[in-house]
């Protein structure tokens, strides 16, 4: 039996509502200080998170993270209610293991 | 079968109908399929009518919720006794020891709730979680302390939090997570709750049982008992009349 060495990771569809836009770096380092304001740096940086992408007009981001990390990450989101002194509420639209998968759920709820 | 997902407490403006309407369609959009809004006594049966309307159209259930703020035991049963009937739901915000005690052991109370942030102040204990188990009362948790929160403060409520959950789960009593959300900025998914539920050491599922299976039987029990035909939990009156044989 051989132990599973590479890392699982998780996508996240993100739906960002605010009256304000916010510039990429803005979004990630919010979302970092809640995860560690939360969880501390140690646990912060079992997270390992990325935002993969971020589109600031339509207000939706895709983020990538440890799946062990997973419920932290989400925590970390749902307790956002500022950026930059502007009202804000992040929500997951969708988790997904590839990126792939997340896109066509994504599509697949956007038809519905 | 799908989860349905129940908010026992939105603060809805109900003198802001346009206001209320869009945390309503809110709630629709988030997934909720039952929400209660906390009602003033005094609401007149013309506004719940016109807001139970006004859900019917946007697609999700109401259920009436009343929140008492009692400073003595009998202020606490005159208001049970004037109100039980009238609204779906009876939250009991307990702000002294004997409130809270009369609270957890009265059947008509549905949800008990802790709103100081003084640990002695705070009286759900095991004697408090064992009369409220044995009359189905239900801790309630509201989430928006705890998004307005930060620092130290978040932290003492985050480990209150903890030790009530820890001595609900020993006694079977209930937990029931609400958002307290008076804007739309406040609102979010179940399942968002459901994970913010992590934070005090709930595990993921019971969080999911705490914004769905909890409120919901609650409010289905409580719309049982307020049927014209209920005489006791499990009899009914099915018949009225001469030929009753």
Known sequence: MSLRTKPRHRYLALKIESNKTFDKRTLLNKIWNSLTRLYGEYGASKANLVLIDYKPEEGFAILRCNNNGILMVRAAIAIITQIMEAQVAIHVLAISGTIKALRRKLSQTQNV | ?245
Not at chain 2, 185 to 213: I, N
Request: aromatic share 6%; net charge positive; with cysteine.
């Open chain 2, 1 to 245: 079968m799908k989860r349905k997902f129940v908010d026992l407490n939105l603060q809805l403006p109900i003198h802001d109908l346009d206001k209320t309407r869009k945390m309503l369609e809110k709630a629709h959009e988030l997934g909720y399929d039952l929400v209660a809004a906390n009602l003033s006594p005094d609401t007149d049966d013309g506004t719940i009518t016109y807001i139970k309307k006004l859900c019917a159209s946007i697609g999700i259930d109401f259920a009436t919720r009343v929140e008492l703020i009692p400073k003595t035991r009998h202020e606490l049963l005159g208001h049970l006794r004037r109100l039980r009937r009238k609204f779906e739901v009876v939250s009991v915000t307990c702000v002294s020891k004997v409130v809270a005690r009369q609270a957890a052991k009265d059947r008509r109370v549905d949800l008990l709730f802790f709103p100081r942030l003084d640990s002695r102040k705070r009286f759900f204990d095991s004697q408090e979680a064992e009369l409220a188990s044995n009359a189905l009362a239900s801790l309630e948790i509201r989430i928006k302390p705890l998004l307005l929160s930060n620092g130290v403060q978040r932290t003492r409520l985050l480990s209150y939090l903890r030790k009530e959950a820890v001595v609900a789960l020993n006694y079977g009593v209930p937990i029931v997570i609400s958002s307290e959300a008076s804007e739309t900025w406040h609102m979010r998914k179940p399942r968002e709750l459901a994970v913010l539920a992590t934070l005090f050491d709930l595990d993921f599922p019971t969080g999911l049982d705490a914004v769905s299976k909890f409120p919901l039987s609650t409010v289905k029990r409580n719309r049982e008992k307020l049927k014209s035909n209920f005489i006791a939990p499990g009899i009914r009156l099915v018949k009225r009349g001469k030929n009753c044989h």
